[in-house]
Protein backbone atom coordinates (compact mmCIF):
# COMPACT_ATOMS: atom_id res chain seq x y z
CA UNK A 1 0.00 0.00 0.00
CA UNK A 2 1.15 3.36 -0.84
CA UNK A 3 -0.74 6.67 -0.27
CA UNK A 4 -0.43 10.30 -1.86
CA UNK A 5 -1.29 12.45 -4.02
CA UNK A 6 -2.85 11.91 -7.49
CA UNK A 7 -1.22 14.26 -10.09
CA UNK A 8 -2.94 14.03 -13.77
CA UNK A 9 -0.41 13.75 -16.34
CA UNK A 10 -2.72 13.47 -18.50
CA UNK A 11 -6.86 13.65 -18.34
CA UNK A 12 -8.01 12.14 -21.71
CA UNK A 13 -6.13 8.91 -21.40
CA UNK A 14 -6.56 8.95 -17.22
CA UNK A 15 -2.86 8.85 -16.93
CA UNK A 16 -1.47 9.23 -13.20
CA UNK A 17 1.10 9.96 -10.92
CA UNK A 18 1.17 9.50 -7.60
CA UNK A 19 3.10 12.24 -5.51
CA UNK A 20 4.24 12.34 -1.88
CA UNK A 21 3.40 16.22 -1.95
CA UNK A 22 0.73 17.86 -3.72
CA UNK A 23 0.79 19.29 -7.21
CA UNK A 24 2.10 22.84 -5.55
CA UNK A 25 5.47 21.12 -4.11
CA UNK A 26 5.37 18.12 -6.85
CA UNK A 27 8.56 16.91 -8.63
CA UNK A 28 7.07 18.99 -11.44
CA UNK A 29 6.85 22.15 -10.01
CA UNK A 30 8.68 22.18 -6.50
CA UNK A 31 11.64 21.33 -5.33
CA UNK A 32 10.95 17.58 -4.58
CA UNK A 33 13.05 14.81 -5.96
CA UNK A 34 12.30 12.19 -8.47
CA UNK A 35 11.98 9.55 -6.12
CA UNK A 36 8.70 11.43 -4.69
CA UNK A 37 6.78 10.71 -7.54
CA UNK A 38 5.72 7.22 -9.50
CA UNK A 39 3.53 6.41 -12.48
CA UNK A 40 -0.15 4.55 -11.75
CA UNK A 41 -0.76 1.99 -14.24
CA UNK A 42 -4.63 2.07 -13.10
CA UNK A 43 -5.77 -1.86 -13.27
CA UNK A 44 -9.31 -0.14 -14.15
CA UNK A 45 -9.81 3.05 -15.90
CA UNK A 46 -11.12 5.95 -13.04
CA UNK A 47 -10.85 9.65 -13.30
CA UNK A 48 -9.60 11.29 -9.83
CA UNK A 49 -8.97 15.15 -9.37
CA UNK A 50 -5.39 16.66 -8.88
CA UNK A 51 -4.72 16.47 -4.89
CA UNK A 52 -6.65 13.44 -4.54
CA UNK A 53 -5.29 11.88 -1.21
CA UNK A 54 -5.77 8.24 -2.31
CA UNK A 55 -4.23 4.66 -1.23
CA UNK A 56 -3.42 2.47 -3.87
CA UNK A 57 -2.13 -1.13 -3.93
CA UNK A 58 -0.22 -2.93 -6.87
CA UNK A 59 3.03 -4.54 -8.06
CA UNK A 60 5.59 -1.90 -7.63
CA UNK A 61 8.26 -1.73 -10.61
CA UNK A 62 11.91 0.02 -11.23
CA UNK A 63 11.42 1.28 -14.51
CA UNK A 64 15.01 1.46 -16.74
CA UNK A 65 13.75 3.68 -19.30
CA UNK A 66 14.84 7.37 -18.65
CA UNK A 67 12.01 8.80 -20.54
CA UNK A 68 9.96 7.24 -17.35
CA UNK A 69 9.24 7.68 -13.65
CA UNK A 70 12.22 6.09 -12.08
CA UNK A 71 9.16 3.52 -10.90
CA UNK A 72 5.47 2.77 -11.53
CA UNK A 73 2.85 0.78 -9.45
CA UNK A 74 1.61 -1.76 -12.15
CA UNK A 75 -2.33 -2.81 -11.63
CA UNK A 76 -2.91 -0.07 -9.34
CA UNK A 77 -6.00 0.02 -7.31
CA UNK A 78 -7.92 1.68 -4.67
Known amino acids: K???YVIALDAVSETYAL???PF???FFCGAAGPESVLELD???SKV???DDVIT???LLQL???PLKFPL???EASE
Do not use: H, P
Request: net charge neutral; charged share 15%; with cysteine.
Open 24 to 26: SSC
Open 63 to 65: NED
Open 72 to 74: TLK
Open 2 to 4: ITG
Open 42 to 44: LKS
Open 56 to 58: FTG
Open 19 to 21: SAF
Open 48 to 50: YLT
